[in-house]
Antibody
Framework: QVQLVQSGAEVKRTGASVKVSCKAS????????VHWLRQAPGQGLEWMGW????????NYTQKFQGRVTMTRDTSISTAYMEVTSLISDDTALYYC???????????WGQGTLVIVSS | DIQMTQSPSSVSASVGDRVTITCRAS??????LAWYQQTPGRVPELLIY???ALQSGVPSRFSGSGSGTDFTLTISSLQPEDFATYYC?????????FGGGTKVEIK
């Protein structure tokens, strides 16, 4: 079955960077886009962007342009998302999800909690 | 950006009640709409896609309707496991955006 397994929780200082991984299994990694979303504590869902694993093409929402980098390693079916210059508002659960170029998300990772403190 | 507005933001209901949640898009999205359920501490789960298609494994008491800018999620007979927060999401154009959520609480 499709599984997306994310890396563990992180605690970072303001201004630092964090890199979250998402290992896919149960399907052809290069056949679907990997999206990244986040959810601040008690808040709703926010889409951050996607990476197309077979080409490495990315599409970031304007809010995160210049601060987020999505990469992948097809040899181990893993996608990564790095956020730089962290601020307290970046404290959130970060999810990876499988989908198409547009549309919706049928499969989600378990989430990675990132806490940013000063 | 396409803004997605859900109403109500919360609803109190009893087991067996019929519950309706609405979602309005700021521009025409055709049927590029999905609904998700999220229970506390859990990952969102896709319930409905293409506005009215039931995701595999989702109980038939859930249904979706609408097109263009106005959409509805209906739970025909609320069950204890349905107390959760529901989100709509437009999948037509970037950035992909979500509604603010509707919390279904026990009356």
């Amino acid at each position: 079955q499709v599984q997306l397994v994310q890396s563990g929780a992180e605690v970072k200082r303001t201004g630092a960077s964090v890199k979250v991984s998402c290992k896919a299994s149960g399907y052809t990694f290069t056949g679907y886009y990997v999206h990244w979303l986040r959810q601040a504590p008690g808040q709703g869902l926010e889409w951050m962007g996607w990476i197309k694993p077979n080409s490495g093409d990315t599409n970031y929402t304007q809010k995160f342009q210049g601060r987020v980098t999505m990469t992948r390693d097809t040899s181990i079916s893993t996608a990564y998302m790095e956020v730089t210059s962290l601020i307290s508002d970046d404290t959130a659960l970060y999810y990876c999800a499988r989908g198409g170029a547009t549309g919706w998300f049928r499969n989600w990772g378990q989430g990675t909690l990132v806490i940013v403190s000063s | 950006d396409i803004q997605m507005t859900q109403s109500p933001s919360s609803v109190s209901a009893s087991v067996g009640d019929r519950v309706t949640i609405t979602c309005r898009a700021s521009q025409n999205i055709g049927t590029w709409l999905a609904w998700y359920q999220q229970t506390p501490g859990r990952v969102p789960e896709l319930l409905i896609y293409s506005a009215s298609a039931l995701q595999s494994g989702v109980p038939s008491r859930f249904s979706g309707s609408g097109s263009g800018t106005d959409f509805t999620l209906t739970i025909s007979s609320l069950q204890p496991e349905d107390f959760a927060t529901y989100y709509c999401q437009q999948g037509k154009s970037f950035p992909l955006t979500f509604g603010g959520g509707t919390k279904v609480e026990i009356k």
